[in-house]
């Protein structure tokens, strides 16, 4: 079969990767794609939110499937626009992809169902937003309601912090109109975890745990960032706590938006808190997670085809996941100056070599031009290494990083020992 995907970062190049190992499919599409996903994907010039432009393409290389992996496209509904066009696709509708596309929708949907998450209040008014915070106890978590890129949520240590987060999310409208309500919640202390998980909006099956990380600098400093590494498994979520996730918040929620008539199917991605008193949801979001994807896929078993078109025709209880018992670790390469400013266009050196070690590379940013990589993005690679323990398989991506060159290049030295 052929299959289409929508994206253009170390997530999509991780599923194209995944999906070139099917003996079932001939041929891969990406668009648009980018210099590393263009060795194993053929890539098309067309825009994640051009939602015309992917139905054409569609239609002109005659593809079966069409896999919407990034956040905005879904929020837009492009899956429910390709089957309207009687194309097939993979991931949630517009109506369910509204639990990542509005922290005030998921966290009232959290609420009315009783599944565990931090006690939060709602504002579309900025000044009954501050003079609620007048009442507050500090830290608190100030979250723009809508899509902005990672960045729209601060935890502000006092009440000068917190007015400011308000007054630019509110007033000043940094993130767009993102920022036209706030979520203003309890700050949660704990371990993160993410689970990823399969579900046809019957039955949720959960993938290997993971852990992000998310600041840019080592221990946890700096600014947030889309994610600058992940290991999995996240060795905070013992057995224990998937048995009470399972039944305290996954099937809660696929309940939950099949009960409010948002049938979810795709890939939910649970952004979890392992708090004192129990796993607490910190976020949803409506699709595979990036670097996330990047050490989960690279240990799944059971072939990504067969899972897809089981969440697609709603016989997910069909499947048995199998996964594969070694760790992995991925330590993200980044132009220096991300996630402010930086600069793009240095030619890379080392991936051969790291390949032939045994690195998995995944492209975030590059461009291929006469055979040499170039940088083109805050995220240019992300390195992945697999072993029989996490200390195996974080030291290997380490060696493996260390053969990449670029100028400027940045990674955390902490990656999963954080
Ligand atoms: P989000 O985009 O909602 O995942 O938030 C980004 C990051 O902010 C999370 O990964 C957490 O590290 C942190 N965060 C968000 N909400 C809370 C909370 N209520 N308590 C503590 N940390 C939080
Ligand atoms: N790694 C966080 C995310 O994909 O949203």
């Known amino acids: 079969m052929k299959i289409l995907v929508v994206g253009k970062g170390g997530r999509e190049h991780a599923i194209a990767w995944k999906l070139s190992q099917s003996s079932r499919v001939e041929k891969i599409y990406c668009a648009p794609g980018n210099g590393g996903i263009s060795e194993i994907a053929e890539c098309v010039p067309v825009d994640v939110m051009d939602t015309d432009g992917i139905i054409a393409a569609a239609r002109e290389k005659a ?31 517009r109506s369910a992809a509204l639990i990542e596309s509005s922290k005030a929708f998921a ?46 949520v601060i935890i502000a240590s006092d009440f000068d912090e917190a007015e400011r987060a308000v007054k630019d999310i509110m007033e000043d409208r940094v993130f767009g109109d993102a920022g036209k309500s706030v979520v203003i919640e309890e700050f949660l202390s704990g371990r993160e975890a993410t689970v990823l998980a399969f579900t046809d909006g019957k039955t949720v099956v ?10 840019a600098l080592d221990n946890d400093r700096g600014l947030n960032t889309g994610g600058m590494g992940a290991v999995s498994p996240n060795c905070y979520y013992t057995p224990e706590i998937a048995e009470r996730c399972m039944e305290e ?19 939910l991605y649970f952004g979890l808190m392992i708090t004192a008193e129990g796993p607490k949801v910190i976020e949803y979001n409506a699709r595979f997670g990036d670097p996330e994807t990047q050490v989960v896929l690279p240990r799944l078993k059971t072939d990504l085809v067969d899972i897809i078109e089981a969440v697609i025709d709603e016989r997910l209880d069909e499947i048995d996941l199998q996964w594969d018992d070694n760790a992995a670790a991925c330590v993200i390469l980044a132009s220096g100056g991300y996630p402010g400013k930086y600069e ?13 070690a045994g690195a998995l590379v995944f492209h975030s940013g590059t461009t291929r031009r006469n055979g040499t990589y170039y940088t ?43």
């Open 63 to 93: 593809v079966d499937l069409v896999f919407v992996s990034p956040d905005d496209p879904l929020a837009a509904g492009m899956v429910d626009e390709l089957e309207r066009a009687g194309i097939r696709a993979f991931g949630p509708s």
């Open 107 to 152: 966290k009232d949907l959290m609420k009315h169902y009783g599944i565990p998450t931090a006690r939060y209040e709602i504002f579309t008014d900025s000044r009954a937003a501050l003079e609620y915070l007048k009442k507050c106890s500090f830290p608190v978590v100030v979250k723009a309601d809508g899509l902005a890129l990672g960045k729209g």
């Open 206 to 215: 959960p993938m290997v745990s993971s852990q992000d990380f998310k600041r």
């Open 249 to 267: 918040i996954f099937k809660p929620t696929i309940r939950a938006l099949a009960q409010e008539g948002r049938k979810f199917k795709g890939v």
């Open 344 to 356: 793009k266009g240095f030619p890379i050196e080392g991936i051969p070599q790291a390949l032939e």
């Open 376 to 418: 083109d993005g805050g995220r240019v690679l992300g390195v992945t290494a697999t072993g029989e323990n996490l200390d195996i398989a974080i030291n290997r991506a380490y060696e493996y990083a260390g053969m990449i060159k670029f100028d400027k290049m940045h990674y955390r030295k902490d990656i999963g020992r954080a």
